[in-house]
């Protein structure tokens, strides 16, 4: 993969997690001013959520994977395939986002007061 493509993916998943804030706002009818307040929390669940989310793929990847090797009649080898890279596109892009946390998180103690 390359660094135009990781780019996209980090910049799609960036759009997503800022989308899925601004619908839990608007879910739990918090007016956008008050949003500052209530980032903290908000950016705690929604992290929490997007790492359930993977975990979840990589789940279903593993128990398709386990069925198709156990020969069960109702999985073919596409629809394996289709979600073992589905999940490891998933863990690529929570491990990219991890990594950028990180930059940021050593960037801001590097600054001086």
Excluded: C, W
């Excluded at 660094?3 to 009818?29: G, P």
């Excluded at 918090?30 to 975990?55: M, R, W, Y």
């Amino acid at each position: 993969m390359n660094t135009i493509e990781s780019s996209a993916q980090m910049n799609k998943l960036l759009e997503d997690m800022r989308a899925l804030r601004l619908e839990a706002m608007r879910n739990h009818v918090i007016p956008i001013d008050h949003a500052e307040k209530t980032t903290q929390a908000s950016f705690g669940s929604l992290l929490s959520s997007a790492v359930k989310s993977v975990n979840d793929i990589q789940k279903q990847s593993s128990d398709l994977q386990v069925a198709f090797q156990r020969g069960d009649s109702g999985i073919d080898i596409a629809q394996v395939m289709m979600t073992s890279q589905k999940a490891g596109i998933a863990f690529q892009a929570a491990t990219q986002v991890r990594n950028k946390f990180v930059e940021a998180y050593k960037e801001i103690m590097n600054m001086p007061i």
